[in-house]
């Protein structure tokens, strides 16, 4: 018998036995697919099996294979920070999910919100700290799920004779997992007083990415009804599926390295075994643990055409959109090694004709503001690849967009120096009350404009959820994407950004529209002329 008020749910592979936090149920390691071993290695997932009696759903289940930070790894500031790991084991058989629910009975239809982890695909799970469901669906009426994914090398390996196995296609299958898992939260969230008619898919930077793909994908449609898309943006963004013909070279490159001479072949060997010596197939190409070798791609199935092609021509999914990123993501120069003449002579090279407005549109009086600056370059160049989707959201006219960027500092002095970074509203969405200090995992302490902001954010991103419209009663209003640049500025004070300050987006738009220049985002950024 259901009793869902004890945590107590039957899902249609059998029951399952959670447990509570104050009024939330909470369910842990919930298998949404097969296990993805032996022979289902570098497949798509299948459904997941079913199990007789009650299974116990208490805790986190393995995290995806990737290359694990120990203790003695991390920077020296990390350390006595343990919650920067994941409270978790690292396994092949990964495909997992978990769910917080507020619902005080299986009939109240919350709307739902799966988080897609960052990590560049390649790290990171959704067994994090920082995005424990519990800060957000305690303080709103919203189901909050977090899932596994296979990544890097176990996501997305391709190779010709698995092309030709499934008839046209491989790789990208850690897309064709998130999509799994959608497909068992929309036949099973009710069950947990969801409503499986407004589901959200949120993802965060390489989450964002695959969020992205998603939103592109013929296959997802009829099966979410939200995307939301944080500092990750596909279109003019530092993520680009590439053809799937080159990720088969590479397939091909690692297992003639590795001397297996076939598919069936690879997937007998230890899934630990194969990955230590991806990781020193990595280095063999100057590659390091964290880098881009085995990635998302064009692969003719999930994602069937380039995707500017598909974004362009409006062949994206019609999904209500809630996009953007952080105004200083990435350190770009070392701040103290920094000077005002040193960026006023790198917006002089970068930008020459461009150079004196350069130097109005991002003042600085020292090295640090200057650093500062050149980071905010590069984070307002990003965004415009967010004001790209919503101008083609606002073109095809069915659905809307709302375009954020966050510019919310930490009240410290360390926060003011270097601004809203890459993650800065992960804390703030799932209320991870005192942690974000530079990073979302690192302990901080809270006061009172982070309490207000978190109220503000978990009100917008709630009601997006709920009604694809974040606006609501007592918020500052924010504009659906209709004129460029239709973005909100979240901080202490947020409000749209008036014309006035969007004199810098049209130059670098007009730059990006252009096919004379390719940018270069990491470190100082600049426009390259496409012949050098």
């Known amino acids: 018998m259901n009793n869902f008020e004890n945590a107590k749910v039957l899902v249609k592979q059998g029951w399952l036995q959670g447990y509570k936090e104050g009024d939330v149920k909470i369910f842990k390691g919930i298998p949404y697919a097969a296990p993805p071993v032996g022979d289902r290695r570098f497949r798509h997932p299948q459904e997941p099996e079913r199990w007789r ?3 116990k759903a208490t805790q986190y289940s393995a995290a995806a294979i990737q290359h694990v930070m ?6 020296a500031n990390v350390h006595g920070v343990p919650q920067f790991l994941a409270p978790s084991q690292y396994e092949e058989d990964c495909l997992y999910l978990n769910v917080w629910t507020p619902a005080k009975t299986a009939e109240d239809k919350l709307p739902v919100f799966i988080w897609v982890h960052g990590g560049g695909m390649v790290a990171g799970s959704g067994c994090e700290v920082v995005c424990d469901g519990i800060g957000f669906a305690k303080r709103k009426d919203i189901v909050v799920v977090t899932i596994n994914y296979r990544l890097g090398f176990f996501g997305f390996f391709a190779h010709p004779e698995l092309t030709a196995e499934t008839g046209g296609t491989s790789g990208n299958y850690a897309l064709y997992d998130i999509r799994q898992a959608c497909l068992w ?15 959200t898919v949120a ?3 390489g989450g964002a990415a695959a969020t992205g793909a998603l939103h592109a994908s013929p296959l997802m449609k009829d099966i979410i009804q939200r995307v939301s898309i944080e500092s990750g943006p596909i279109y003019w963004g530092f993520m680009q599926p590439g053809p799937r013909e080159r990720m088969e070279e590479l397939g091909v490159e690692y297992m003639n390295y590795i001397g297996v001479k076939s598919v069936e072949e690879l997937r007998t060997k230890d899934a630990w075994e194969l990955f230590d010596k991806y990781e020193e197939f990595q280095r063999s190409k100057g590659i390091g643990p964290m880098g881009f070798g085995f990635t998302f791609c064009v692969d003719g199935e999930f994602i069937p055409k380039p995707y500017g092609e598909i974004m362009d021509s409006h062949g994206f999914n019609d999904f209500d959109v809630l996009m953007g990123s952080c105004a200083q993501e990435f350190p770009a120069v070392k701040a103290d090694e920094y000077s005002v003449e040193k960026f006023h002579e790198y917006l002089e090279d970068a930008f020459a004709d461009a150079a004196e407005d350069m130097k109005r549109w991002y003042p600085a009086a020292n090295g640090i503001e200057a650093a500062k600056q050149v980071s905010t370059i590069a984070s307002d160049i990003m965004l415009l690849g967010s004001a790209k989707i919503g101008e083609l959201t606002h073109a095809k006219g069915i659905k809307k967009a709302y375009i954020w960027l966050m510019s919310k500092e930490n009240e410290t002095e360390r926060g003011h120096n270097d601004g809203s970074p890459h993650c800065a509203e992960m804390p703030y969405v799932f209320g991870r009350v005192d942690t974000g200090e530079r990073n979302p995992f690192f302990p901080y302490h809270w006061v009172g404009a982070d309490y207000d902001f978190m109220e503000l954010i978990q009100n917008y991103w709630y009601n997006f959820a709920a009604t694809g419209n974040p606006n609501g009663e ?3 209003e924010w504009k659906a994407y209709a ?11 947020s409000a749209m950004i008036p014309a006035e300050q969007q004199e810098k987006y049209h130059y670098y738009y007009d730059k990006l529209l252009s096919s004379n220049y390719v940018v270069r985002l990491f470190g100082a950024p600049r426009f390259t002329p496409k012949d050098e």
């Not at 120990?70 to 920077?75: A, G, N, T, V």
């Open 53 to 55: 009696g009650v299974r």
């Open 70 to 75: 120990e203790q003695e790894d991390l920077p």
């Open 185 to 199: 939260v929309k036949n099973n969230i009710e069950r947990f007083g969801g409503d499986p008619k407004r589901i």
């Open 203 to 205: 993802g965060q930077s």
């Open 474 to 476: 007592g918020l500052p």
């Open 483 to 493: 004129d460029k640049f239709d973005i909100i500025n979240l901080n202490n004070h």
